[in-house]
C-alpha cells in the first residue's frame, strides 16, 4: 500500500480521483486457458492503476492511442502505439493508464505459444501486427482461417530496437532525487546542489545511479523527462510546450534529448 501511495504521488494523482484495480496473480500455466492468442481492448475513462499481479499466459500490452507504464520490479516500461511490451507468464507487474488511452492486452497461451524472451521485454508494435491482433478479435473466423492468423502474429512478434524503460533506482540515497524527478521533471536542481544537499559528494551520487540503473545522473533525468514526455505528446500536446513541461528551455533542446533516448523526433512519434 505505501508503494501504491508513493506511484500515486509520482503521477500528481489525487486520493479517490483516479481508478484502482486489482487482479488475482498466478504462476505461469497455472490455469490451462483454452485459446491461443485472445485479445482485448477498452478506452480507458479514468486514470486507473493496476496493482500488481500476474497471469498464467503470456501477456502483450499496446496501446492504439495514448502512452501507459507497466512496472516490472524497478524497471517502469513506457507502452505506446508503436512500442508495446512482452510480459512472460508468471511476471508479477503494476501499471499506470491515463483516461483516453485505448488500451490492447492480449494473451498468449504458454501451452501453444513460446515465450517471445525470459523477461519482460519491448516489442515493436506495427501496423500489420495491429490489424492481425484486431482480426484475431472476431468471432467470425472459423478455425482454420484464426490458426493461419494465428500463425503470422507469432512469426511477427519481435523484441523492438527501442526500449522505453526508466530503471528506477531504490537507494535510500538517492530517493529524494527520484521523487522530485518524478513529480515534477522540469525540477532543475543540478547534481552538484544535490550532492550538497544530501552531504555527499556529486561522485558518490554519480555512482549510485550507474550502480543501480547503468546511467549517470543527467542521463537518468533526461531518461526520466523523455518518459514524461511522451505520455503528453501521446495526447496531443504541443512539443514546445512539452519541451517547456519537462526542463527544456528550447524545443530543439528537447528534441535533440528525445532522439537520443527513443530513436525518433517528437515530432515523428506524435504521427505514430
Not at 506511484?7 to 485459446?35: C, H, K, Q
Not at 501453444?112 to 484475431?136: F, H, I
Not at 524545443?251 to 528525445?258: I, M, Q
Request: proline share 6%; charged share 20%; hydrophobic share 45%.
Amino acid at each position: 500500500m505505501v508503494e501504491q501511495d508513493r506511484t500515486r504521488r509520482r503521477r500528481g494523482v489525487r486520493s479517490g480521483a483516479a481508478e484502482n484495480r486489482s487482479l488475482p496473480s498466478y504462476g505461469a500455466g497455472e490455469i490451462d486457458v483454452p485459446f491461443v492468442v485472445r485479445g482485448t481492448g477498452e478506452v480507458i475513462a479514468r486514470d486507473t492503476y493496476w496493482e500488481e499481479h500476474s497471469h498464467p499466459t503470456h501477456e502483450l500490452l499496446w496501446n492504439r492511442r495514448g502512452a501507459s507504464t507497466a512496472t516490472t520490479g524497478a524497471r517502469v516500461w513506457t507502452i505506446t502505439p508503436s512500442v508495446g511490451l512482452w510480459i512472460p507468464a508468471g511476471t508479477p507487474h503494476s501499471g499506470w493508464t491515463p483516461a483516453g488511452t485505448w488500451h490492447h492486452a492480449a494473451q498468449f497461451s504458454v501451452r501453444a505459444v513460446p515465450a517471445l524472451a525470459d523477461t519482460t521485454v519491448a516489442v515493436e508494435v506495427t501496423p500489420l501486427l495491429r490489424l492481425l491482433l484486431d482480426r484475431l478479435a472476431t468471432e467470425e473466423l472459423d478455425g482454420a482461417a484464426r490458426a493461419r492468423t494465428e500463425a503470422v502474429v507469432l512469426d511477427l512478434l519481435a523484441p523492438s530496437p527501442v526500449e522505453l524503460l526508466l530503471r528506477v533506482p531504490d537507494a535510500a540515497l538517492l530517493e529524494p532525487i527520484v521523487a522530485a524527478v518524478r513529480e515534477d521533471p522540469a525540477d532543475g536542481t543540478t547534481l552538484a546542489a544535490w550532492a550538497a544537499r544530501l552531504e555527499v559528494s556529486p561522485r558518490t551520487v554519480t555512482r549510485a545511479f550507474r550502480a543501480q540503473t547503468g546511467l549517470g545522473f543527467s542521463q537518468w533525468v533526461a531518461a526520466a523527462r523523455v518518459q514524461h514526455a511522451i505520455g503528453l505528446l501521446a495526447v496531443g500536446e504541443e512539443i514546445e510546450e512539452v519541451a517547456e513541461r519537462v526542463g527544456y528551455r528550447s524545443a530543439s533542446a528537447f528534441g535533440a534529448v528525445f532522439r537520443r533516448v527513443t530513436g525518433t523526433s517528437p515530432g515523428r512519434f506524435r504521427l505514430q
